[in-house]
Nanobody, 124 residues
């Protein structure tokens, strides 16, 4: 059974930084698309960024320039480095993965595997 486990969340002041990590366990084949989502209280989950096995990256929200997504294919780990954090970045952040390419996985619910989430809180 595939499990995704996030870590690295926490509470920071505006302008601060955090680095989220996601580790994949129980894989028998390589995950092609891995991505980060977030959901703030009372809001819909939104797709933040994703990266394919070949290194193709897409940022879905206005985080480009502040957030950097990366992955370690050998370890099937995913990372999200977040800088210049803003209060509006406060949310539960989820790691997601799929055996398909990111361009194929639709919307915010199409990923096959999900982590339990890690909370990011940014205070002003």
């Amino acid at each position: 059974q595939v499990q995704l486990v996030e870590s690295g969340g926490g509470s920071v002041q505006a302008g601060g930084s955090l680095k989220l990590s996601c580790a994949a366990f129980g894989l028998t084949s390589s995950l092609y698309c891995m991505g980060w989502f977030r959901q703030a209280p009372g809001k819909q989950r939104e797709r933040v960024a994703d990266v394919d096995w070949d290194g193709s990256i897409k940022y879905w929200q206005s985080v480009n320039g502040r957030f950097t997504i990366s992955r370690d294919n050998a370890k099937q780990n995913l990372f999200l480095e977040m800088n210049t954090l803003k209060p509006e970045d406060t949310a539960m952040y989820y790691c997601a993965a799929d055996f398909r390419a990111c361009t194929i996985v639709p919307g915010t619910d199409g990923f096959r595997f999900w982590g339990q989430g890690t909370q990011v809180t940014v205070s002003s």
